[in-house]
């Protein structure tokens, strides 16, 4: 099994353009998260799925998008990037009840 | 608002000392908490749970609710255990984790 999966592992964008980061598990776990990770702050929740069909705002959802495709695929959109979205992202999933959280490798985004 | 603090963003020991890395929660009810773990071009994984009450690698967590602290120890610090360390609470039922800020250990040979 590959875990939690994630692309791209780094991007590079100029403010204002858009992009879509891609988060896949193959655990059949029916919860799914996205956090940033920035110096000083840990990780902060951005959005969450609790179940397919189903998205939440989290701590930090300003600027960002998410769209639940399934019970596999959980994928983040950033519609205008601005330098405050320089962080790495971090895609988790868990079974929501045992509360341990599976993560991704991360993607590093820079934007400039 | 639910809060994990972790007062030191790094900790710098000497192998074979002992470790403690600290963490404190604001929660009135009784809390879920967890120590994350995260090692050099690692994923970041669970390294254990006040619930079980196990030892992971050597590390233990005890829950203190008078000081709400659930401080990370470990007797012995060796290399290998050079990382970063979250402590987290869960908040509500959807499996939602609340990070601290993070410590980053540092064991020196």
């Known amino acids: 099994n590959a875990g939690v999966t994630q692309t791209p592992k780094f991007q590079v964008l100029k403010t204002g353009q858009s992009m879509t980061l891609q988060c896949a598990q193959d655990?059949?776990?029916?919860?799914m998260y996205w956090y940033r990770q920035d110096p000083g702050m840990g990780l902060r929740l951005i959005y969450y799925?609790?179940?397919?069909?189903?998205?939440d705002k989290g701590e930090v959802p300003n600027g960002y998008n998410v769209s639940r495709l399934n019970k596999r695929e959980f994928s983040l959109r950033l519609e205008s990037a601005a330098p405050s979205q320089t962080s790495v992202y971090f895609c988790?999933?868990?079974?929501?009840?045992?509360?341990?959280?599976?993560f991704g490798p991360g993607t590093r985004l820079t934007v400039t | 608002a639910q809060r994990v603090t972790q007062p030191e963003k790094l900790l710098s020991v000497f192998k074979g000392a002992p470790v403690e890395l600290k963490c404190n929660y604001s929660?009135?009810?009784?809390?879920?908490l967890f120590w994350y773990v995260q090692y050099s071009r690692q994923r970041l994984q669970l390294l254990l749970r006040?619930?079980s009450r196990e030892s992971i690698k050597g590390f233990t967590a005890d829950l203190n609710k008078g000081e709400t602290s659930f401080h990370l120890k470990k007797p012995f610090a060796q290399e290998e255990d050079s990382a970063m360390y979250y402590c987290?609470?869960?908040?509500?039922?959807?499996?939602?984790?609340?990070f601290g800020q993070g410590t980053t250990l540092q064991v020196k040979p």
């Open positions: 988790a999933s868990s079974t929501g009840k045992s509360y341990e959280q599976y």
């Open positions: 655990m059949n776990h029916n919860s």
């Open positions: 799925s609790a179940s397919e069909g189903t998205t």
């Open positions: 929660y009135s009810g009784s809390p879920e």
């Open positions: 006040h619930i």
């Open positions: 987290a609470h869960l908040s509500g039922n959807t499996g939602k984790l609340i």
